[in-house]
């Protein structure tokens, strides 16, 4: 009867709506929150206080970078080349990996994010599971790897003047950060309110593959390829959890998903070899199911997992939260939109090259500093949209700037002759 089927079509999507509405809700404060910490950490820390003290192949040093990475909002797509900035300026290769094991797993709103949705005992034990996986994914690379010498230009000062203020850390925060996860966000936002409406109460409760070592190696084999990014996942995986799947399985999701992803493997590979590479998936693999057999061992399941995805009654801090975060969503989509539609006005460029890889504002300005490090070049304009870089300057050596480019961690092609 198509009465009844409309009428179905309408509760779907009124459930669905206040189901998105909610978890926006829950979402938003501690998010906006920790973008504001973040930019706070980016404006005001010293521009080389993450790079002192990496440089040396020891515990101490992967040890800085595990409690480095911690606290810093990147996701994957924003540590492969800032990972790469620390491993140019003389970082080893075991504290590179251990801050590209333990970075994309936390985060200050990522941290508040979990805390919001699943507790203050899974957000804390997930940042010690984060550091501890990449303290001993380092100590496994210094061990079973040769260190490389390092290029003569690598051992470059970091430190420069910072602009200081609120705007540049409102400018971080929304233009940076915020503007390369949104995406992510509102995806995950949008899988946990279908997975609210859709899987019945308890229903993972029911399924004797969920629980156990089975049920994480399940949810492994689902996260390693995928991209997950680290905040937008939590709502996700307290959804899983409210319909009864184990939280050590959701907890593997969220340590193994935001660390690994089919681009994450090609630019390890690259970058610092295939024995590296191996270690990092090792590692990965294997802590994050004893860490999920662990939490299930030691903790009891968030209880508010569910009461979080399905709580009722006004939140006005939240839900002026939720109001501020799709505004700021709607203005850094109108942002991609015109700079997609309207001619980019750019300075004349003396040579073009295309890259690949470039997903987010991060991206964008990884290319332009490893281009304007060297002396030939005046000026580097990447263009996110084209997914190419305009240069300026004086003998431009084609070759040896596609070297820079590649090395940052992306692809790139030089122009035809």
């Not at 004797?208 to 390829?225: D, E, F, K, T, Y």
């Not at 539609?341 to 004349?348: D, L, R, T």
Request: glycine fraction near 8%.
């Amino acid at each position: 009867m198509p009465g009844t089927a409309e009428r179905g079509e309408v509760m779907f999507l009124d459930a669905f709506l206040t189901a998105f509405w909610q978890v926006m809700v829950e979402l938003s404060p501690s998010l906006l929150l920790g973008l504001l910490i973040a930019g706070l950490m980016h404006v005001y820390l010293p521009a080389g206080f993450v790079h002192r003290g990496l440089s040396r192949p020891d515990l101490r040093s992967v040890a800085r970078a595990s409690l480095v990475g911690v606290p810093l909002p990147l996701c994957s797509c924003g540590v492969i080349p800032t990972a790469l900035g620390l491993r140019q300026e003389g970082a080893s290769k075991g504290a590179t990996t251990a801050f590209m094991i333990s970075t994309p797993q936390t985060g200050v709103d990522s941290i508040l994010v979990s805390a919001a949705f699943l507790g203050w005992p899974f957000a804390i034990f997930k940042l010690v599971a984060a550091f501890v996986t990449g303290l001993i994914g380092g100590a496994l690379v210094n061990r079973f790897t040769e260190p490389e010498p390092l290029a003569a230009e690598a051992a470059l000062s970091a430190e420069q003047r910072r602009e200081r203020g609120l705007v540049p850390v409102l400018r971080y925060a929304v233009l940076d950060l915020l503007s390369a996860i949104d995406a992510w966000i509102l995806a995950g936002v949008i899988i946990a309110a279908l997975l609210t409406v859709l899987l019945p109460a308890d229903y993972f409760a029911s399924q004797s593959w969920a629980r156990g070592s089975l049920g994480m190696l399940v949810v492994l084999a689902i996260s390693l390829p995928l991209y997950v990014c680290t905040t937008g996942s939590v709502p996700i995986a307290a959804s899983l959890i409210a319909a009864g799947l184990p939280a050590g399985s959701a907890l593997v999701f969220l340590m193994a998903g935001p660390a690994t992803n089919v681009a994450t493997f090609g630019a390890v590979y690259r970058t610092l070899g295939r024995s590296v590479l191996l270690i990092y998936l090792g590692t990965v693999v294997v802590m994050s199911v004893l860490f999920g057999l662990l939490f299930d061992r030691l903790i009891e399941a968030p209880a508010g997992a569910a009461a979080h995805v399905h709580a009722a009654g006004v939140d006005w801090l939240g839900s002026l939260g939720a109001l501020v975060l799709i505004a700021l969503m709607l203005y850094l989509s109108y942002r991609r939109l015109k700079a997609r539609f309207s001619p980019m006005i750019v300075p004349e460029a003396d040579l073009v090259i295309q890259v690949q890889g470039m997903s987010c504002q991060h991206c964008v300005s990884s290319v332009k500093t490893a281009l304007e490090r060297l002396d030939s070049v005046e000026e580097a304009v990447p263009d996110l949209g084209a997914g190419l870089v305009r240069i300026r300057g004086k003998r431009l050596d084609a070759s040896r700037l596609v070297a820079v480019i590649e090395q940052a961690g992306f692809q790139a092609q030089a122009p035809s002759s």
